[in-house]
C-alpha cells in the first residue's frame, strides 16, 4: 500500500487521502477585472504535468486537514509533503534518487 | 417520552474480545492554543501540541482529531449541558466552537491478545504498539466506516463509531475475529 506523509499525522495508507488539485493556485484579488479568458484561465486551466507536480492533498478520514504534496506524476512516488502556506520545497534536494528504494 | 438513546436497541452485545460502552457525553471541541488553554480549568487538556495523542484524567479524556480540533469524553452523567456550560463559561470570548455529538456516535472497547489483529482485518494502519503506541488516537477508516482508535492499553482499544455503522463494524470484526481460532 502507498504510504502518504501527512504532515500533521505522519505516514498513513492511501486510502486516508482524497486528492486536491494543483496546488499554488492564487485567485485573482479582483475577480471582475478579467475578461472571461483570464477567469477561465485562472477556473480551468492546469499544468498536467509529467514529472515533479505540486499538488493539494487532504487527509480526510484522518485529521481533516489539506497540506501540499509534491508528486512525481510518472512514477507516483511523494518527493515532500508540506504544510498549506509553506514555500514549495525544492524537489532535487528531497527527492530520493531514482532507482533506489524510498 | 422515552430519551433518545434509550430507543435504540443495543446493536451489539459483549464477547470475549467486545465490549460495548455505557453512553457517555462527547463534545467536538475546536480551539486554538490560547482557548484550550482557557478551557484547561473546565475540563482535562493536554498540555503538549503533539499530534494524535489522547489525554485522559480519570473518566474523562481529550482527543486530539486534528490541529485545533479535539473530541472529548466524559461519563453520561451529568450531561453535556453541563460539561458545554462549564466549558463555554471557562473559554469565553476566545474563539472556539463547542459541538454536542453525544448521541452522534457509539463506543466500544476490542481487548485481548488478538485486539490489534482483529482491527489490522480492516484497517491499514500499524497498530503495532512502536508504530501505534499507548494513548496515541486517531480518526482513522475501519473498511467503510470512519471511527476513531484509541489505544488505552498495549491490548485494549477505545473505538468510537458513528451510531449508523454500528452494526456494520461489529459484524465485520466479529466476522474477522471468527476467521481467527484463538479469538474464541
Redesign the interface.
Known amino acids: 500500500?502507498l504510504l502518504i506523509s501527512c504532515p500533521?499525522?505522519?505516514d498513513?495508507?492511501e486510502?486516508?487521502f482524497t486528492y486536491g488539485g494543483q496546488a499554488h493556485l492564487v485567485r485573482p484579488a479582483d475577480p471582475s477585472a478579467l475578461d472571461d479568458q483570464q477567469w477561465a484561465e485562472y477556473l480551468y486551466m492546469r499544468t498536467n504535468t509529467k514529472g515533479v507536480h505540486a499538488e493539494r492533498w487532504r487527509h480526510a478520514?484522518?485529521?481533516?486537514?489539506f497540506f501540499n504534496a509534491l508528486r512525481d506524476t510518472t512514477t507516483d512516488r511523494f518527493a515532500a509533503t508540506y504544510k498549506i502556506g509553506a514555500a514549495r520545497p525544492d524537489p532535487a534536494a528531497s527527492e530520493p534518487t531514482p532507482g533506489t528504494a524510498r | 417520552m422515552l430519551e433518545p438513546l434509550a430507543r435504540i436497541p443495543p446493536a451489539f452485545s459483549s464477547t470475549s474480545w467486545m465490549n460495548p460502552l455505557p453512553p457517555a457525553t462527547r463534545l467536538l471541541f475546536f480551539a486554538d492554543r490560547a482557548a484550550r488553554a482557557a478551557a484547561a480549568g473546565a475540563f482535562p487538556m493536554p498540555v503538549t501540541e503533539e499530534?494524535?495523542r489522547a489525554h485522559a484524567d480519570g473518566a474523562r479524556a481529550c482527543l486530539w482529531?486534528?490541529?485545533d480540533?479535539y473530541l472529548l469524553l466524559a461519563p453520561a452523567e451529568p450531561g453535556a449541558a453541563r460539561v458545554q456550560a462549564a466549558l463555554t463559561a471557562a473559554v469565553g470570548p476566545l474563539p472556539h466552537a463547542l459541538v454536542d455529538i453525544s448521541h452522534r456516535q457509539v463506543a466500544f472497547e476490542i481487548h485481548g491478545p488478538l485486539a490489534a489483529q482483529i482491527l489490522n482485518g480492516a484497517c491499514?494502519?500499524d497498530l503495532d504498539p512502536a508504530g501505534f503506541p499507548v494513548g496515541m488516537c486517531?480518526?482513522?477508516?475501519l473498511a467503510k466506516a470512519?471511527v476513531v482508535l484509541w489505544r488505552t492499553e498495549v491490548h485494549r482499544f477505545h473505538v468510537e463509531v458513528w451510531r449508523s455503522f454500528s452494526p456494520y463494524v461489529t459484524a465485520l470484526l466479529t466476522e474477522i475475529a471468527g476467521a481467527l481460532p484463538a479469538a474464541h
Do not use: K, Q, V
Not at chain 1, 478520514?61 to 486537514?65: D, K, N, S, T, V
Not at chain 2, 486517531?138 to 477508516?141: D, E, F, K, L, Q
Open positions: 500500500m500533521y499525522c505522519g498513513r495508507p486510502i486516508e478520514r484522518g485529521c481533516g486537514r | 499530534a494524535c482529531l486534528g490541529p480540533e491499514a494502519l486517531t480518526r482513522t477508516a470512519d
